[in-house]
């Protein structure tokens, strides 16, 4: 084995031990409430066969399509089973893993980008293996590998830096290469959208590869490379923003026009960098104060600090500084659709930093590589001075990064635990308030869960699921008419929002709204919200009742009957049906209600009273 394979070897197996070192801790982590039930609640993910592959393969008319991610879930399975505790360790060790690749392919792609731009083998190999490990350990990529929902980002960036690879190895002359590069390229977007970005990376990779060495034949060639990708890209691109405006995934713009938000933007930028190279404590989400108004000081120093960064990448290109051109480019660029040019509902995420903080890590890299390679001629100290230097600021970044990196890690151990962190670091958080408010609901902790969903409304008034939320706390706190109104107005906000549907009849029953009650639950039938068996009696029963009350003898009998036959091992159900026809003078199916009742009762006092019930019903019959 030659010293050069040895090295490669010693840095690849430094990558996989500190990869796993770092999230091996995920693995006795729970599924979070922020996503991941909709691994657990499509079906179509828990078995691999032909027909529930080509349903992950027909695209939704509301929703991205994301056909790897979701094919990834429906291997963890098949290989680990239904249940649920053992495929969420699966899922997390299928996570690690992936993250683990992507590294690799990270040091793969800049290997080969660094050899396009730098002279020096020995330079370009330690530059690329000290960039590699910085981006490793960053704690801002937690999130991407402990959420199981996340499993799309160490994809995209897996994809994303094999096909970069691939088209370096192209652009220099293995014309081959371009082909695998456009199928990488498409197993990223169809990892995640975001990788609809990737020409726009290219081109810039592109145009400074040029620069360095000019190709005679540079501008020919180009349609023959780009217009495959394009005519990918611009379809799917068009899709995906009609896509995000009929699911009301677009929010107003920031300071109410365009050009205001264009200043929020700016800052978006600008807080992005903070997130990746100045912040000790990371979180599930950041809830920071945008200035779009013209009228504010710091909307325009935002603005400016951006005009300077950009300047600088030109500044840098005219002085043949082309990686750190690039790279500030890259950044742009992969910031470009959560930057809020179309404005969504979170400001800013750890995961939307992934790809962009490589920036970070190159830039560190270059300065810890040249440091390395230095060697002093003369002076107090010896030649190898500065490579000591070196590798004690690499190893203080690394550990600080790993040890943040690791207690993330923790945090994510529940959703409790990591909204509670959430607010105690972010308290206007909106996702942070709704999703704690939801784990709470669970807890029966309802006025808790009224003052968070309040919070998160403040923050975001077009947030509709604080607003069903805070709903479903007010109608089991008995505050019904408050209940109604906020369900009609989450309602307002987003007219498919099923628990709402729900909830409303629910509170229009508990209010004495009949007439109401018995709309709303005759629709709930009708579109099919009615769950499984259990919720289906609930349902046929409060409508009945609801039909009753609203003049509807036939209707009510049918609907009853309905609840009645559903719900032969439920208890309560069965008391309330009972109760219902007795109040009708239904004599004869409420006996039977009572008669089916009565197995399911051990209380000694509760039978007796049962048979009183019987005996004065049979007597009536």
């Known amino acids: 084995m030659t010293i050069s394979k040895r090295r490669y070897l010693g840095v690849g197996l430094l990558l996989v031990v500190l990869v796993l070192g770092l999230h091996l801790n995920i693995l006795d982590n729970e599924a979070t409430n922020w996503d991941d039930p909709a691994i657990f609640t499509r079906s179509s993910l828990h078995q691999l066969t032909a027909e529930n592959i080509l349903e992950i393969l027909s695209v939704k008319k509301l929703s991205t399509f994301q056909p790897v991610r979701d094919l990834s879930y429906m291997v963890d399975f098949a290989l680990w089973g239904p249940e649920h505790q053992s495929v969420v360790f699966g899922m997390h060790l299928h996570s690690i893993v992936l993250y683990l690749l992507m590294i690799l392919a990270c040091w793969l792609f800049l290997l080969e980008l660094f050899r396009v731009f730098v002279d020096d083998e020995d330079l370009a190999f330690a530059w690329a293996g000290i960039s590699t490990v910085l981006f490793a350990v960053h704690p801002v990529h937690v999130e991407s590998v402990a959420w199981l929902f996340g499993r799309k980002e160490p994809l995209m960036g897996m994809f994303t830096f094999l096909s970069l690879w691939a088209f370096i190895r192209g652009r220099t002359g293995r014309w081959g290469y371009y082909g695998g590069s456009l199928v990488f390229m498409i197993l990223a977007i169809l990892s995640k959208p975001i990788a609809l970005m990737i020409p726009a990376v290219m081109i810039a990779l592109d145009v400074v590869i040029q620069l360095r060495r000019p190709h005679p034949s540079f501008l020919k060639t180009r349609i023959l490379v780009y217009l495959p990708m394009l005519l990918i890209v611009i379809p799917l691109g068009l899709r995906l923003v009609v896509m995000m405006h009929a699911a009301g995934g677009v929010k107003p713009y920031h300071g109410g026009g365009f050009f205001t938000n264009l200043l929020a933007v700016s800052q978006i930028f600008a807080s992005y960098l903070s997130l990746i190279g100045f912040t000790i404590n990371y979180a599930a989400d950041y809830a920071i104060k945008l200035y779009a108004d013209p009228a504010a000081w710091q909307a325009w120093a935002f603005l400016g600090f951006n005009i300077l960064l950009i300047a600088s990448a030109v500044f840098a290109l005219v002085k043949r500084h082309y990686v750190y051109a690039f790279f500030t480019a890259w950044y742009y660029i992969f910031l470009m659709p959560v930057a809020h040019f179309l404005p969504i509902s979170q400001i800013m995420a750890d995961r939307y930093a992934l790809l962009p903080s490589l920036c970070w890590s190159v830039l560190l890299g270059y300065g810890l590589s040249r440091l390395w390679r230095m060697r002093l001629k003369s002076g107090r100290f010896s030649p ?139 629709e709930l039938f009708e579109k099919g919200f009615v769950g499984g068996r259990d919720e289906a009696a609930q349902y046929s029963h409060r409508l009945g009742f609801s039909a009753w009350k609203a003049g509807k003898p036939d209707e009510a009998r049918r609907y009853l009957a309905a609840a009645l036959d559903r719900a032969p091992d439920n208890p309560y159900l069965l008391r309330e049906i009972a109760g219902t026809y007795t109040s009708m003078g239904e004599t004869r199916q409420a006996k039977v209600a009572f008669e089916r009742l009565y197995p399911l009762v051990d209380d000694e006092e509760q039978l007796r009273h049962l048979d009183r019930i019987l005996d004065a019903l049979g007597k009536m019959d």
């Open 384 to 522: 190898e001075f500065p490579q000591l230097i070196s590798a004690a600021l690499l190893g203080m970044i690394v550990f600080s990064y790993s040890y943040m990196s690791f207690r993330q890690n923790d945090i994510w151990q529940n959703s409790q635990t990591l909204w509670e962190d959430t607010l105690a670091k972010y308290p206007n958080s909106s996702p942070a308030n709704v999703n704690l408010a939801a784990i709470y609901i669970k807890q029966q902790r309802f006025p808790e869960v009224q003052e968070l969903c309040v919070t998160a409304i403040k923050a975001k008034p077009y947030d509709y699921l604080a607003i069903s939320n805070l709903a479903l706390a007010q109608m089991m706190m008995g505050q019904y008419g408050h209940a109604i109104n906020n369900y009609r107005q989450a309602l307002k906000l987003k007219p498919d929002l099923e628990k709402a549907k729900k909830g409303l009849a629910h509170a229009y029953w508990f209010a004495g709204d009949h007439e109401n009650a018995y709309a709303s639950f005759s």
